[in-house]
C-alpha cells in the first residue's frame, strides 16, 4: 500500500511560481512511475506530468516550458515545479503513483489546491 500527501499549493498572481511536492509512504518508490494531475471545477481530470522510474519526463503541451516534474528517491518524494503561472492553471492538483515498474496509475493522494489570480 502507498499513502501519499501533496503540500505546497496556494493562491498565487498570474506570472508567480509555486512548488508542489508529494511525499510517499510505502516501499519501492524509485521503481513507480509517478504523475501529476490536476482537475478544475467543471473539467475532466488531465495527467499534467508524469516522470518514469528511470526518470524520463512528458508534459501535456499547455505546461511544456513552464512544469518541471522531479523525483528524488532518497527522500521518496516527487515534485512539481510551476512557474509563469496563468488563471487557467487553477484547479486541485492530485500525485498519483503507479505499480512497481508499472505505468498505470493505482494510488492517488488527496489533493492540493492551487488557485492562479488575475
Known amino acids: 500500500q502507498v499513502q501519499l500527501v501533496e503540500s505546497g499549493g496556494g493562491l498565487v498572481q498570474a506570472g508567480g511560481s509555486l512548488r508542489l511536492s508529494c511525499a510517499a509512504s510505502?516501499?519501492?518508490?524509485?521503481?513507480?512511475?509517478m504523475g501529476w494531475f490536476r482537475q478544475a471545477p467543471g473539467k475532466q481530470r488531465e495527467l499534467v506530468a508524469r516522470?518514469?522510474?528511470?526518470?524520463?519526463?512528458n508534459y501535456i503541451d499547455s505546461v511544456k516550458g513552464r512544469f518541471t516534474i522531479s523525483r528524488d528517491n532518497a527522500k521518496n518524494t516527487v515534485y512539481l515545479q510551476m512557474t509563469s503561472l496563468k488563471p487557467e492553471d487553477t484547479a486541485v492538483y492530485s500525485c498519483?503513483?503507479?505499480?512497481?515498474?508499472?505505468?498505470?496509475?493505482?494510488?492517488w493522494g488527496q489533493g492540493t489546491q492551487v488557485t492562479v489570480s488575475s
Open positions: 498519483a503513483a503507479s505499480s512497481p515498474l508499472g505505468t498505470t496509475f493505482v494510488y
Open positions: 510505502g516501499s519501492i518508490f524509485s521503481s513507480r512511475a
Open positions: 516522470i518514469t522510474n528511470i526518470g524520463a519526463t
